[in-house]
């Protein structure tokens, strides 16, 4: 089972910026899409932005324009650029891969502390 670790988390104040980065174990040229997922507290688990084996990226709309998703395969890293943070962005970030052999399967992270207060 592949491992993906995720960094970069933090407190920052509104305005900020973070970057986080999730490095995998294995080359992420197995995942066909890879990507970032939230959680805040008592809320469900959503989806902020991914990226595909070829460099397609979508984005939620709520960090639209903000966030910016990337990749470095040679590093095995994915990577959320965080601009223009507010406290709605506070949450644990989740790394997540999508991978497809005999089925489906995903992989994820446990996730790094985000933390957008002044």
């Known amino acids: 089972q592949v491992q993906l670790v995720e960094s970069g988390g933090g407190l920052v104040q509104p305005g900020g910026s973070l970057r986080l980065s999730c490095v995998a174990s294995?080359?992420?040229?197995?995942?066909?899409?890879m990507g970032w997922y939230r959680q805040a507290p008592g809320n469900q688990r959503d989806m902020v932005a991914s990226?595909?084996?070829?460099?397609?990226?979508d984005y939620s709309e709520s960090v639209q324009g903000r966030f910016s998703i990337s990749k470095d395969n040679a590093k095995n890293t994915i990577f959320l650029q965080m601009n223009s943070l507010n406290p709605k962005d506070t949450a644990v970030y989740y790394c997540?891969?999508?991978?497809?052999?005999?089925?489906?399967?995903?992989?994820w992270g446990k996730g790094t502390l985000v933390t957008v207060s002044s």
């Open positions: 997540f891969g999508d991978s497809q052999g005999f089925s489906f399967a995903r992989s």
């Open positions: 294995e080359t992420i040229t197995k995942f066909y899409r």
């Open positions: 990226i595909t084996h070829g460099g397609s990226t």
